[in-house]
């Protein structure tokens, strides 16, 4: 099954913009007209940008919006009439419900004026601050979209859809743990720290000379969302950055996105048998989907990651996870590997290892999807 597509520009007759972004995010796509390249960037919000949205010295102005009938799932904002449609670079920030608009050379101060009009009522609110020469309009949206845009006569002209309406599979993928939830840890060798079990904390000097679990999480969930990078599969992460998300927020996502699968990504620990090692994949087994549900995906999990990695299966687990309970679509925990067997732990803190890992969860999840069409899931 091909991908719907993107919004429908029949009947515009200038530049076109387009975004399918990712994070929290946070992809950019700039589709340009014919003879023009497109030009993707993926970004996630630095330590310097978080300081900036905390600084109540910068000065923003509220975005004036008013509802103009007619137009659902559309909006039009204003643009000075020097900008020209290369200086305008969008974000979706789908993790926090956002629209970041670039206006390179644009004045925020415009904006105390500018009148954005159109579908308001799934816009919560809006502002404008400057940062250097760029005016960033930053809109707070209801729920998460996906984005379209033509400029025309000094107007930006918007769409946005729901992901199923572009989309025709959707996976959320869900690295585990993050912000001060570090997860399994191993102590460095030289330092001679170790995590205490149970404790989920690192002690100070261990931060920089332990894995953490968190990190290797992020590391192989960004690597599957490489993978499947222009594919017929789009992937969603609960977290593109090193944040602690509640689990009513990751399973918040999948719902709001419509996901047909949920893959979360993790560690194994043993503290007490330092020499068990291997794949594990949990799921819910109280939930029943009928045809292809939680015990299909997580057995398609268990085999490909396993033959990925040529490591050893150690079975499919019940549990009761707090994300997992609280889905309705087929979802599954991969724990990848145990962080306190020597050689594993080694292994999954290197890059191609993780690698090796994101393989095995394309595959099984192209897989699934091609099993749920058999069975009519």
């Not at 720290?193 to 968190?214: F, I, Q, V, Y």
């Not at 620990?269 to 109280?286: I, K, M, R, S």
Request: hydrophobic share 35%; charged share 25%; glycine share 10%.
């Amino acid at each position: 099954m091909k991908s719907k597509g993107g919004p429908d520009w029949r009947g515009w007759r200038t530049l076109t913009l387009w975004m399918m972004l990712c994070c929290g995010c946070m992809g950019v796509m700039l589709w340009w007209a014919a003879g023009k390249s497109i030009v993707i960037a993926d970004t996630a919000p630095g330590e310097r940008e978080m300081q900036e949205e905390a600084d109540e010295t910068v000065e923003r102005y509220r975005l004036i919006m008013e509802t103009e009938e007619g137009k659902p799932g559309h909006f039009t904002i204003p643009i000075a009439p020097a900008i020209r449609a290369e200086q305008i670079s969008m974000e979706n920030r789908y993790a926090q419900r956002q629209l970041w608009i670039y206006l390179q050379g644009a004045q925020a101060s415009d904006y105390r004026d500018y009148v954005i009009t159109g579908d308001m009522g799934s816009v919560v609110g809006g502002w404008a601050q400057q940062q250097g020469d760029t005016a960033i309009l930053k809109l707070q949206m209801n729920v998460i979209y996906e984005y379209g845009s033509v400029m025309e006569d000094n107007h930006l002209y918007m769409e946005f859809k729901p992901p199923k309406e572009c989309f025709d599979r959707i996976v959320v993928i869900d690295p585990l743990h993050g912000g001060e939830a570090f997860g399994v840890q191993t102590g460095s060798p030289a330092s001679g720290n170790t995590r205490k079990p149970g404790t989920g904390a690192a002690t100070a000097d261990c931060k920089d000379l332990c894995l953490l679990e968190k990190e290797i999480n992020l590391q192989i969930a960004g690597a599957v969302r490489q993978l499947l990078e222009g594919s017929e599969i789009k992937v969603y992460l609960t977290r593109q950055e090193d944040v602690d998300i509640s689990p009513e927020d990751r399973a918040l996502l999948a719902r709001e996105v419509n996901a047909d699968l949920y893959v979360g990504i993790g560690v194994g620990e043993d503290q007490e048998n330092p020499e068990q090692f291997g794949t594990e994949v949990w799921y819910n087994g109280d939930y029943f989907i009928p045809g292809f549900g939680n015990l299909q995906l997580a057995d398609l999990l268990e085999r490909r990651v396993t033959e990925a990695v040529s490591g050893r299966a150690n079975g499919l687990m019940e549990t009761q996870d707090p994300v997992l309970q609280r889905l309705t679509i087929p979802g599954a925990l991969v724990k990848a590997g145990y962080l306190t067997h020597e050689r594993e732990g080694e292994l999954l803190g290197q890059q191609g290892y993780a690698q090796k890992v994101a393989e095995g969860i394309v595959e099984a999840l192209r897989q699934a999807f091609e099993e749920m069409e058999q069975t009519g899931n």
